[in-house]
């Protein structure tokens, strides 16, 4: 079936052959390769996208099912050029390692600081509860988030 | 007047941004699952659905049948040699005549797409016969199925203590579980040669085997340096490699294989499972006489780098402490279970979970406080090491670590009622009322580069170019900073800051060694050390200069050779450096058998629901001892990714095995510590001069992992009141029992 979706804010169209994932749709049709694939059911959120406003494992969700939606994938939250302040914020506190996570958790708190300009330390942590990185022990990442500065133009 | 040479920006002892930070965090950077080639086949793998069988027929025909299938290949397409192995090549390519554990690779096929390529492998029938499978460690031991036994005895083998405690311990299978599964591609060159890109920890050992298998020269393979979404261990040894170089050249095509999760968990070894049996002596006043240790791991189906855990499992089996009288037995068990090999801490980890059990009940018996125990016994510079009688000639400053952890403040008892800080987190399910909360200690040692005489050597060159320098290497870059690191220790070495690290494939360079056993900053860091020191005194004679910075070659304030010109004479180095010669063990385990020593220790503080058997970990503090800290961000990030894993081990991660199979090989199933999961950690970095790494400085990767899991297990003891000698800890483990 043919697919028509928006995806980081440009209409495209999509042929799904198969009964593959929103994720397999970014990655192997539209070649967004951001978004990664460590798990395929839902439990690492390396595939995290934001759906209709809703943040989602992209694995999870039917491509046929995106069909008519928004999605924004870390391709769109990342700017022309330099860095979004939640990615500026990741990359001074050493917040990326391997860096397969990496992405997942951008989108999700970028999620986050779009809908709470100033989570605490708790809030942080349930946000990103869905996002298992196995390198850095997470500590760089809440000290990364904690001092995200979200300016005006956010 | 200031001094017109400027000093460079971004060296040793600063913490510069990573040169790949970007790229991650915008999701542009390459990893093995993200490339392509134009015509790129999909490969998939046909794995055993039995722990041991005889491979009675295989029928290729449905498979060829289907549109779309390239090739389908099985142990009789090998083209070289039909094994291969980390240190003896005696796993099958793919399996001939017997499959020995649940998952071993039986056939591969390329296809057009990754769906036709499964589905292609799914439709090949094997039919098996179904053997016994051999799946307990000590049955093994008893048939002799052992890959390797390693006896210890160091001092009078009479002497005994007053103070006895003894005690026996498991330690359940770990997998590393790095983010990224395998995957790679392989490019045919055309000419009857391969280009592989793939997920490893160490390309030119790859690159071995690749041409040992496909019968190939040395020089018609090139393994690329490729990026790797994590390690821990999981990368050393050769899975879709040669599959993917033999579909390659069979097909004439570019072919890819990515493993899904449950496939990674059966495509990787893992940490191996441990039985441990100890007995500790001391006199009244504490002094450690004597210890006794039986050691079992149970490697597996194949060798894989089990030789090697053994000898580091028994070789570490007393700890960072003195001891005058020393009984060690391993063994490393061959069985039907999947293979085992290395992981983060590398039969450290499993014996320091016993030796620190051990070491607290001592103190117990004795009516003595932990610490003291630890520090009146503590192992230091100048010491023999009680298994391997070795003299520790570099700083081990065991003692301080013991005083750091001392020094430490201990949290307050929780106040907080938000669910999140309690045992069970989000699950509601805990009372404030039924959490007690325990502290724990441990202390554990760790060598620093491979051991027993092997030649451990990397290989680095740096280049002078237009723009500044490039540190050309085969080094893998897991995600630790190597990356980073190599470029620090290149720009104070020569002066400058405008420096590259380039990853080069198994043609352009020797070899680095492997990403492990962390020695890469030493190893890998010497020789661009040692390079960008001889460029630059080399530079500078030429020219008659005394100075190097981004400007050129400076004399007396005086500019003499613009960068520009100098970056068009082709400087450069290149160099291998190799560490402080070791040696075999004797037939009593004794030698010179290592080349460093790093310590740390860990204190834990947990709460912990006894009546449920939930564990949260609140604190994980550390004192490490990091020689010199080249980059302190990144080793912050090795101490608390380390303490993670440390974590996982002592509180939720186990591959469970039923009869060779495993049971949990689903992100779902295999639990790994979320971000709630996380404890706050302190690091302290205990920097002493003296080792042979560069500017000082050794490896920091795998010591957060050795004691990390056993002052939890500690920690949860003093909260629960259980014995706990078995990791992971359950809920049953602490509720049930």
């Given at each position: 079936?043919?697919?028509?979706?928006?995806?980081?804010?440009?209409?495209?169209?999509?042929?799904?052959?198969?009964?593959?994932?929103?994720?397999?749709?970014?990655?192997?049709?539209?070649?967004?390769?951001?978004?990664?694939?460590?798990?395929?059911?839902?439990?690492?959120?390396?595939?995290?996208?934001?759906?209709?406003?809703?943040?989602?494992?992209?694995?999870?969700?039917?491509?046929?099912?995106?069909?008519?939606?928004?999605?924004?994938?870390?391709?769109?939250?990342?700017?022309e050029d330099g860095l979004h302040p939640v990615q500026?914020?990741?990359?001074?506190?050493?917040?990326?390692?391997?860096?397969?996570?990496?992405?997942?958790?951008?989108?999700?708190?970028?999620?986050l600081f779009a809908r709470n300009p100033h989570p605490s330390g708790t809030e942080i942590k349930e946000a990103l509860a869905g996002n298992i990185c196995r390198c850095t022990g997470y500590g760089a990442i809440i000290r990364a988030l904690e001092a995200v500065e979200i300016g005006a133009e956010t | 007047m200031a001094p017109r040479v400027r000093a460079p920006e971004g060296g040793v002892g600063e913490s510069p941004l990573r040169p790949d930070g970007a790229a991650k965090l915008r999701g542009e950077f390459d990893y093995a699952q993200d490339l392509s080639a134009e015509g790129m086949l999909w490969a998939a793998t046909v794995r055993s659905p039995h722990a041991r069988a005889r491979i009675v027929a295989i029928d290729l025909a449905p498979a060829l049948a289907i549109g779309g299938v390239h090739a389908c290949l099985t142990a009789d397409d090998v083209p070289g040699r039909g094994t291969f192995g980390l240190e003896h090549p005696d796993q099958p390519v793919l399996a001939a005549d017997e499959v020995r554990f649940w998952g071993e690779p039986v056939a591969v096929v390329a296809a057009e797409d990754p769906d036709t390529a499964r589905r292609a492998a799914a439709a090949i029938e094997v039919r098996y016969e179904e053997l016994d499978a051999l799946t307990d460690a000590e049955e093994a031991d008893?048939?002799?199925?052992?890959?390797?036994?390693?006896?210890?005895?160091?001092?009078?083998?009479?002497?005994?203590?007053?103070?006895?405690?003894?005690?026996?311990?498991?330690?359940?299978?770990?997998?590393?579980?790095?983010?990224?599964?395998?995957?790679?591609?392989?490019?045919?060159?055309?000419?009857?040669?391969?280009?592989?890109?793939?997920?490893?920890?160490?390309?030119?050992?790859?690159?071995?085997?690749?041409?040992?298998?496909?019968?190939?020269?040395?020089?018609?393979?090139?393994?690329?340096?490729?990026?790797?979404?994590?390690?821990?261990?999981?990368?050393?040894?050769?899975?879709?490699?040669?599959?993917?170089?033999?579909?390659?050249?069979?097909?004439?095509?570019?072919?890819?294989?990515?493993?899904?999760?449950?496939?990674?968990?059966?495509?990787?070894?893992?940490?191996?499972?441990a039985w441990l049996r100890y007995r500790h002596e001391a006199d009244e006043d504490g002094r450690l006489v004597r210890v006794e240790a039986r050691v079992v791991i149970?490697?597996?189906?194949?060798?894989?780098?089990?030789?090697?855990?053994?000898?580091?499992?028994?070789?570490?089996?007393?700890?960072?402490y003195r001891s005058d009288s020393v009984s060690v037995d391993g063994v490393g068990a061959r069985t039907n279970n999947p293979p085992c090999g290395a992981m983060r801490g590398f039969?450290?980890?499993?014996?320091?979970?016993?030796?620190?059990?051990?070491?607290?009940?001592?103190?117990?018996?004795?009516?003595?406080?932990?610490?003291?125990?630890?520090?009146?016994?503590?192992?230091?510079?100048?010491?023999?090491?009680?298994?391997?009688?070795?003299?520790?000639?570099?700083?081990?400053?065991?003692?301080?670590?013991?005083?750091?952890?001392?020094?430490?403040?201990?949290?307050?008892?929780?106040?907080?009622?938000?669910?999140?800080?309690?045992?069970?987190?989000?699950?509601?399910?805990?009372?404030?009322h039924h959490v007690r909360r325990g502290v724990g200690y441990a202390l554990g040692l760790k060598n620093l580069g491979f051991s027993e005489g092997s030649d451990d050597y990397a290989q680095a060159r740096v280049r002078l170019t237009s723009e500044g320098a490039v540190v050309e290497t085969a080094a893998i870059e897991v995600g630790q900073g190597l990356v980073t690191v190599l470029g620090q220790i290149a720009r104070s070495a020569l002066g400058i800051s405008n420096v590259e690290v380039a990853h080069v494939d198994t043609s352009r360079i020797d070899s680095a060694g492997s990403t492990s056993a962390s020695r890469q900053t030493q190893l890998s860091g010497g020789a661009t050390l040692e390079a960008a020191t001889r460029l630059r005194h080399r530079v500078l004679a030429h020219h008659d200069g005394d100075q190097l910075d981004d400007q050129g070659v400076w004399r007396d304030d005086e500019l003499l050779v613009e960068w520009s010109a100098l970056g068009e004479e082709g400087w450069e180095e290149t160099v291998?450096?190799?560490?402080p010669p070791t040696t075999g063990p004797d037939e009593n385990g004794q030698g010179v058998i290592h080349a460093d020593f790093a310590v740390a220790g860990h204190r834990a503080v947990v709460d912990v629901d006894t009546e449920l058997g939930l564990v949260k970990v609140v604190r994980v503090d550390t004192a490490q001892d990091v020689g010199l800290a080249l980059n302190p961000q990144s080793v912050r990030g090795q101490i608390e990714g380390g303490i993670l894993q440390g974590v996982g081990l002592a509180v939720m991660e186990e591959l469970v095995m039923k009869e060779g199979v495993i049971l949990n090989a689903t992100f779902t199933d295999y639990l790994l510590p979320t971000i709630l999961d996380a404890p706050d950690v302190e690091a302290l970095l205990i920097e002493r001069e003296g080792s042979w790494g560069p500017f000082g400085a050794k490896g920091v990767g795998e010591p957060p992992t050795i004691s990390s899991t056993a002052a939890v297990a500690a920690a949860i003891r003093a909260a629960s009141g259980k014995e706990l000698n078995r990791v992971p800890i359950r809920p049953q483990d602490i509720a049930l029992e």
């Open positions: 079936m043919i697919v028509e979706l928006t995806v980081n804010g440009e209409q495209v169209t999509a042929r799904v052959t198969h009964p593959g994932s929103l994720l397999d749709l970014l990655r192997d049709d539209l070649g967004l390769l951001g978004s990664k694939n460590a798990c395929e059911q839902g439990e690492c959120g390396s595939c995290s996208v934001v759906l209709d406003g809703e943040l989602v494992c992209s694995c999870l969700v039917m491509a046929a099912d995106a069909a008519n939606s928004s999605v924004t994938t870390v391709e769109g939250v990342s700017p500026e914020a990741m990359h001074r506190a050493g917040a990326v390692q391997c860096g397969f996570c990496t992405p997942g958790i951008v989108v999700a708190a970028v999620d | 008893r048939s002799d199925e052992v890959f390797r036994r390693l006896r210890i005895r160091r001092g009078d083998q009479a002497l005994h203590g007053t103070v006895v405690v003894e005690g026996e311990y498991e330690v359940g299978m770990q997998d590393q579980a790095p983010l990224g599964t395998e995957a790679g591609l392989a490019i045919p060159d055309g000419e009857g040669g391969v280009d592989l890109y793939a997920t490893s920890q160490y390309v030119h050992v790859d690159h071995e085997q690749v041409v040992a298998s496909l019968g190939l020269r040395p020089e018609q393979v090139r393994a690329h340096p490729t990026g790797i979404g994590g390690a821990f261990g999981a990368r050393e040894d050769v899975n879709l490699h040669i599959h993917l170089c033999m579909l390659a050249l069979h097909t004439g095509r570019p072919v890819k294989m990515v493993y899904q999760r449950s496939e990674s968990f059966t495509g990787h070894v893992h940490r191996h499972p149970d490697g597996g189906a194949y060798a894989s780098t089990t030789s090697a855990v053994l000898a580091n499992a028994c070789y570490f089996a007393v700890g960072p039969g450290a980890v499993q014996v320091c979970f016993a030796y620190e059990a051990q070491m607290d009940r001592l103190a117990g018996a004795l009516g003595m406080d932990p610490l003291d125990l630890r520090e009146l016994n503590a192992l230091g510079t100048g010491d023999s090491m009680a298994t391997t009688g070795q003299v520790i000639d570099t700083p081990l400053p065991t003692l301080d670590v013991i005083k750091s952890l001392r020094a430490m403040p201990l949290p307050e008892p929780a106040t907080s009622a938000h669910h999140s800080d309690l045992p069970g987190g989000s699950g509601l399910t805990t009372e404030p291998t450096f190799r560490h």
